[in-house]
């Protein structure tokens, strides 16, 4: 599977509904409402006239399905990164600009990972498993902070990191 694919995934079911129905619900009552107006109006005027009101409400039922569609996205990611899903899509909504979904993009907390030991999901930065105390990512014996693969040395002590074949670490 692709990106995209598993990203699709996060929408709620209920959110592909509404951004299908919504949308295909005003695109049908715009219709039947110009049909019913050209109906009673001059004899002489074609189906021309209907072109325009059908480009426009094509136009606003596709905005409304993305719309529709972003804020699902937005529930679903935030519930899946451990954030506040009703604050966020709130936001989302309500702040005007597509500012709200801006900020959301912005601030979003990173993905959760789950823990070896116990499967208790944790934030990406703990080096800890707050649930068992379980080693989720290498950290420096010096100071105990979370060191990233390949580092020779601690970026918040410099302590000089062990390699698998070295001895004890020493400082340089």
Sequence with gaps: MNR?????????RLAWFLAVAIPLGVLTCLILFFTTISSHS????????LAWPLFVG????????????????????????GMSAVLWTLLAIF?????????????REPLLRRCPRCGT??????????SCGSS??????SCQNA?????SHCARCGAKLSSPGDSAPSRA
């Design 4 to 12: 995209l694919t598993d990203e699709l995934k996060v929408i709620p």
């Design 42 to 49: 001059e004899p002489g005027v074609g189906r021309l006239h």
């Design 58 to 81: 094509t136009l606003m039922a596709a905005s409304l399905f993305i719309f529709i569609l972003l804020v699902g996205y937005v529930a679903g990611d935030a519930r899946r990164r």
């Design 95 to 107: 702040i005007p600009s597509a500012i709200g979904f801006i900020l959301y993009f912005m601030l």
């Design 121 to 130: 999901e944790t934030r990406e930065t703990f080096p800890y498993c707050p």
């Design 136 to 141: 989720l990512a290498s950290v420096c014996p």
């Design 147 to 151: 060191v990233e693969p390949g580092w």
